[in-house]
T-cell receptor, first 109, second 112 residues
């Protein structure tokens, strides 16, 4: 099956700094999503982005499907950005997601 | 429109007990799936369904059963709970489109 690898596994930032999180996947996909898991355990859908670039406020994401990777950019980070960021893909059969191991982000005031 | 609803939110079981985790969605999504999340790890797929009457196994199906008799509901059954099944369980649903998968708020299960 498809393998999903995220980097870095951990990241510590000062408030106001920018960061880039990476997701590599091993085969072609129908769907790619980025999620933020907050300290209460909720999974918040950030982007549905099987290809191209999207922006939502301070966050943006780019997926290059032909090269099998996606990037999540966080600009002017805030303490509320802390948590774990997951990349997940849906293969061409559909019906389920395969998750990466996540990047744990800590933003210090 | 409630999205994906999971019940209960918390549960403590004794080893060997059985229980059903409920998952319901009101978005008429054809895809539904169950995941477990262990400390410090990503989510792993347990079972999934691409439509009513159709289910399939994921990465970690042992010890769990599912059925999909309606589009709305996708219950997860633990037949004989074991401490290794202590985890947080998430249910998700999806359909073709430009939004992707919607997740429930999770069920935190402890087996003692």
């Amino acid at each position: 099956g498809i393998q999903v690898e995220q980097s870095p596994p951990d990241l510590i930032l000062q408030e106001g700094a920018n960061s880039t999180l990476r997701c590599n996947f091993s085969d072609s996909v129908n769907n790619l999503q980025w999620f933020h898991q907050n300290p209460w355990g909720q999974l918040i859908n950030l982007f549905y982005i099987p290809s191209g670039t999207k922006q939502n406020g301070r966050l943006s994401a780019t997926t290059v499907a032909t090269e099998r990777y996606s990037l999540l950019y966080i600009s002017s980070s805030q303490t509320t950005d802390s948590g774990v960021y997951f990349c997940a893909v849906e293969d061409n059969q559909g019906g389920k997601l395969i998750f990466g191991q996540g990047t744990e982000l800590s933003v210090k005031p | 429109n409630a999205g994906v609803t999971q019940t209960p939110k918390f549960q403590v079981l004794k080893t060997g007990q059985s229980m059903t985790l409920q998952c319901a969605q009101d978005m008429n999504h054809e895809y539904m799936s169950w995941y477990r999340q262990d400390p410090g790890m990503g989510l792993r797929l347990i079972h999934y369904s691409v439509g009513a009457g159709i289910t399939d196994q994921g990465e970690v199906p042992n010890g769990y059963n599912v059925s999909r008799s309606t589009t709305e509901d996708f219950p997860l059954r633990l037949l004989s709970a074991a401490p290794s099944q202590t985890s947080v369980y998430f249910c998700a649903s999806s359909t073709h489109g430009d939004w992707g998968y919607t997740f429930g708020s999770g069920t935190r299960l402890t087996v003692v």
